[in-house]
Structure formats: structure tokens, C-alpha cells
């Protein structure tokens, strides 16, 4: 559903809720090594979230990317409109150009109903409560 830049995005952002603070901040090659993704596409994506102020950054021999307090409070689903916007949410399921209530693809109401609860659970938690998931059932990341 996601694209991979969108995926990787996610997966960044939580690692460096669980794993970082304004005190230690993380290394591009870090993250990568850790969520096993490739280190200049990974780079790509932080400079994308950091733009965006998902995420923070500091430049320098001291520097890094981390998490401050305003990335945290963040939705997640601003994470999914930076990179996928909102047709991830809206667009057909099958790639049909006509698709709608009044138009269905044979798998329209299935995925309306699974996007529309999808995306509600990213509007209304944060980056902070999703983080805070992660470390209490210690997911995978």
C-alpha cells in the first residue's frame, strides 16, 4: 500500500523516537545498519523528513538526526503524506481510473473500509504514542 521510500520513512521515524533524543543523536549509517536498508536512499528519505520537520537534525562532527518534543507530538499520518500524499488513502486499490460508491472495483469496499480505519488510527497517533508501542511490546522495527 505504502511506497518503500514511504515504508523506510516510518521505520526511520520510529527508530529515532525509540533510539535518540536532543542528546544523542544518530548517524545516517547507524540507522541504516540497524533497519537494514540502503544507507544513501535512507539519507534521501532523512533529509525529506527533516525538511518536512518530522524529524530534527544537527550538522556537524557532533551532529545527526534526532527527535525533538514537536516531532514526537507529530501525527503519523504526516509521515505518509510527505511521501505517499493522500491518493495512498483515496486512489483504487486495483489501479483503476474509475473507481468509487458508485463505481466499485470488485475490491472497493473492502479496502474503504480498511483504509478509511487505517487512516483514521494515523491521524489520531502521535509519533510519541506509536514510539511508545514499539519499546513497551518491543516490536520490530
Same mark, same amino acid.
Given at each position: 500500500?505504502?511506497?518503500?521510500?514511504?515504508?523506510?520513512?516510518?521505520?526511520?521515524?520510529?527508530?529515532?523516537?525509540?533510539? $535518540?533524543?536532543?542528546?544523542?543523536?544518530? /548517524?545516517?549509517?547507524?540507522?541504516? &545498519?540497524? @533497519?537494514? %536498508? #540502503?544507507?544513501?536512499?535512507?539519507?534521501?528519505?532523512?533529509?525529506?523528513?527533516?525538511?518536512?520537520?518530522?524529524?530534527? $537534525?544537527?550538522?556537524?562532527?557532533?551532529? /545527526?538526526?534526532?527527535?525533538?518534543? &514537536?516531532? @514526537?507530538? %507529530? #501525527?503519523?499520518?504526516?509521515?505518509?503524506?510527505?511521501?505517499?500524499?493522500?491518493?495512498?488513502?483515496?486512489?483504487?486499490?486495483?489501479?483503476?481510473?474509475?473507481?468509487?460508491?458508485?463505481?466499485?472495483?470488485?475490491?472497493?469496499?473492502?479496502?474503504?473500509?480498511?483504509?478509511?480505519?487505517?487512516?483514521?488510527?494515523?491521524?489520531?497517533?502521535?509519533?510519541?504514542?506509536?514510539?511508545?508501542?514499539?519499546?513497551?511490546?518491543?516490536?520490530?522495527?
Amino acid at each position: 500500500m505504502f511506497s518503500k521510500a514511504c515504508k523506510y520513512a516510518i521505520r526511520a521515524v520510529l527508530y529515532l523516537a525509540v533510539h $535518540s533524543s536532543p542528546e544523542n543523536k544518530v /548517524g545516517v549509517k547507524a540507522i541504516a &545498519e540497524d @533497519l537494514q %536498508v #540502503p544507507k544513501h536512499f535512507l539519507a534521501k528519505i532523512l533529509q525529506q523528513l527533516s525538511r518536512d520537520q518530522l524529524i530534527s $537534525s544537527v550538522k556537524g562532527p557532533n551532529g /545527526g538526526f534526532y527527535m525533538a518534543d &514537536e516531532n @514526537l507530538n %507529530v #501525527p503519523m499520518e504526516k509521515i505518509i503524506k510527505s511521501f505517499d500524499g493522500m491518493e495512498v488513502f483515496t486512489s483504487c486499490i486495483l489501479g483503476l481510473p474509475v473507481c468509487s460508491a458508485e463505481n466499485p472495483c470488485p475490491l472497493h469496499v473492502q479496502a474503504f473500509a480498511y483504509r478509511e480505519g487505517l487512516y483514521y488510527q494515523l491521524q489520531h497517533q502521535s509519533i510519541r504514542e506509536m514510539a511508545d508501542r514499539v519499546k513497551l511490546q518491543e516490536l520490530k522495527l
